[in-house]
């Protein structure tokens, strides 16, 4: 099939790090994505790989790939009460799809 | 600063009403895309336009759902009739040939 999947829920406490994981389908990805929605907007996007890198950093966000396990992860460093929100893990595939996963809802305790 | 604006923001119609969803794209981002979003189902891919053709429209049930894009700024999305079931927060995205969408902020459509 073409899910991309992720757990539903993580919950961390202030000034903790963030680890959301995904995985993926399609082998021949190119752009792996992760977006980030708040309460009651759309999807903005956070950061983004290319399938030929490994890892990508982003002030305090961490992207790493793995494409042997087709395994995705975003770190939030020092994590913030802002930082709550859902985070959709998204490939896009041949033809310029994109398949969004159905997102990790993070719950940040004060 | 550039965004994709929505219109309307919410709606609550009758079933059997017309809906149409309008979305004015980023100027010069050349692909527009249509989501749903619902607890169930998460985030669906309806249809997507790249310089206003159609790709793919394989994710919209093609009797009741259109969608079109009449010029380069503006994309609609047409319910007829509408159902309960339809009911869900439809999100418009514009981005370029490949690499990151920028989402509208979505219409809450309510169809009672």
């Known amino acids: 099939g073409e899910d991309v999947e992720q757990s539903l829920f993580l919950s961390v406490r202030e000034g903790d790090s963030s680890v959301i994981n995904c995985t993926y389908t399609?082998?021949?990805?190119?752009?792996l994505y992760w977006y980030k929605q708040e309460p009651g907007a759309g999807l903005q996007l956070l950061t983004y790989?290319?399938?030929?890198?490994d890892m990508k950093q982003d002030q305090r966000l961490t992207v790493l790939l793995n494409k042997k396990d087709k395994h995705l992860s975003l770190r939030i460093a020092d994590t913030q009460t802002g930082d709550s929100a859902i985070y959709f893990c998204?490939?896009?595939?041949?033809?310029?799809?994109?398949?969004f996963g159905a997102g990790t809802r993070l719950f940040v305790k004060a | 600063d550039a965004r994709v604006t929505q219109t309307p923001r919410h709606k609550v119609t009758e079933m059997g009403q017309e809906v149409t969803m309008r979305c004015q794209p980023i100027?010069?981002?050349?692909?527009v895309f249509w989501y749903r979003q619902t607890m169930m189902q998460g985030l669906e891919l309806l249809a997507y336009?790249?310089?206003?053709?159609?790709?793919?429209d394989s994710g919209m049930p093609k009797d009741r759902f259109s969608a079109e894009m009449p010029d380069a700024t503006l994309a609609t999305l047409k319910i007829q009739p509408s159902e309960p079931r339809d009911s869900a927060v439809y999100f418009c995205?514009?981005?370029?040939?490949?690499?990151?969408?920028?989402f509208g902020p979505g219409t809450r459509l309510t169809v009672t």
């Open positions: 336009f790249r310089n206003r053709a159609p790709l793919d």
């Open positions: 100027l010069g981002h050349n692909t």
């Open positions: 790989i290319f399938s030929n890198m």
């Open positions: 399609d082998s021949s990805s190119t752009y």
């Open positions: 995205a514009s981005g370029l040939a490949r690499g990151e969408q920028y």
């Open positions: 998204a490939e896009e595939q041949r033809g310029f799809k994109t398949i």
